[in-house]
């Protein structure tokens, strides 16, 4: 069992910065892919990036990519979403979530889920 717990979320302005984070229960953390997935209201929850057990691969949906990066620290079994140039339209609640053993973007795929930490990007 893995309890996930987000933190960092905001309301920022238009073209600012937000870096979320994600730190999980256990002791078998670099095991776990992990990844990072929003839903905005009315909207289905979308994959957004995805990390590697070791932190060697990651992947970036196409709509984020050159604006979040995604990365891990194993020591602290915490994953973390840096946001920078946001958009109003990356405002969603965002969750942390785990699998085992690689990166998918089927969200029905991942195993373990956070509550969620909303973020609010201003126009």
């Known amino acids: 069992q893995v309890q996930l717990v987000e933190s960092g979320g905001g309301l920022v302005q238009t073209g600012g910065s937000l870096s979320l984070s994600c730190t999980a229960s256990g002791r078998t953390f670099s095991s776990y892919a992990m990844g990072w997935f929003r839903q905005a209201p009315g909207k289905e929850r979308e994959f957004v990036a995805g990390?590697?057990?070791?932190?060697?691969?990651?992947y970036l949906a196409d709509s984020v990519k050159g604006r979040f990066t995604i990365s891990r620290d194993n020591a602290k079994n915490t994953v973390y979403l840096q946001m920078n140039s946001l958009k109003p339209e990356d405002s969603a609640v965002y969750y942390c979530a785990a699998r085992l053993p690689v990166i998918v973007v089927v969200i029905t795929a991942w195993d373990y889920w956070g509550q969620g930490t909303q973020v609010t990007v201003s126009s």
């Open positions: 990390i590697s057990g070791i932190g060697t691969v990651t």
